[in-house]
């Protein structure tokens, strides 16, 4: 079965740092995976979605990798700002129209 | 962008009273799915959908229950709201292929 973990799950850092979240898949035969953020309250924003087929993808300040024979994917967030505070969660599917298995999330805080 | 409708967006609702929660999506997806989701804590899959007249439970065990009549649309329905359902429901959608996954705002409901 798989299983999705996410590490650290929270972090505090101040304004215009760099950052890397971490996702870990115990089954590296994956389809594809996709990070979303979450603002409190509120429903699931997509950020960046990774075919199996690729090692990354780029959109803004965002950066996300994908090593499936190691069961990890990184997000690498650039000049951090206090408006990326939210819950990053990244899921993964495990193949060809099965559902998404999601992680339990990284809870950001970007202080000014 | 995602168009992904949930309504209503927060709901405080007396216990035995029955209530649907309305999805309506319209960017033809094939798949709809509905998560639950507790304050902080990790989402999980209740239903899901293929198509029109496909529905599925999901990994975790729900009293509530769902259609598919159109494609366009994914209710999800309490016959008896008890204060144990009091949650955040999330509805998403995604292609026959299973690609990006799009979520909706949610809605926060509420038995007293």
């Known amino acids: 079965k798989q299983e999705v973990t996410q590490i650290p799950a929270a972090l505090s850092v101040p304004e215009g740092e760099n950052l890397v979240l971490n996702c870990s898949f115990t089954d590296s035969a994956i389809y594809n995976l996709q990070w979303f953020r979450q603002d409190p309250g509120k429903g699931l924003t997509s950020l960046l979605l990774?075919?199996?087929?690729?090692r990354e993808q780029t959109s803004g300040r965002l950066n996300a990798s994908l090593d499936k024979s190691s069961g990890r994917s990184t997000l690498y967030i650039a000049a951090s700002q206090p408006g990326d505070s939210a819950t990053y969660l990244c899921?993964?599917?495990?193949?060809?129209?099965?559902?998404?298995?999601f992680g339990p999330g990284t809870r950001l805080s970007v202080l000014p | 962008e995602a168009d992904i409708y949930q309504t209503p967006r927060y709901l405080v609702i007396g216990t035995g009273k029955k209530i649907t929660l309305e999805c309506s999506q319209t960017?033809?997806?094939?798949?709809m799915y509905w998560y639950q989701q507790d304050p902080g804590m990790e989402l999980h899959l209740i239903h899901y959908s293929y198509g029109v007249n496909s529905t599925e439970k999901g990994d975790l065990s729900s009293e509530s229950t769902v259609s598919r009549i159109r494609t366009e649309h994914f209710p999800l329905t309490l016959e008896s709201a008890r204060p144990s359902h009091t949650s955040q429901y999330l509805c998403a959608s995604s292609d026959r292929w299973n690609t990006e996954a799009f979520f909706g705002q949610g809605t926060r409901l509420t038995v007293v």
């Open positions: 960017m033809g997806h094939d798949k």
């Open positions: 899921a993964v599917q495990v193949g060809y129209g099965q559902n998404f298995v």
């Open positions: 990774i075919q199996s087929s690729q």
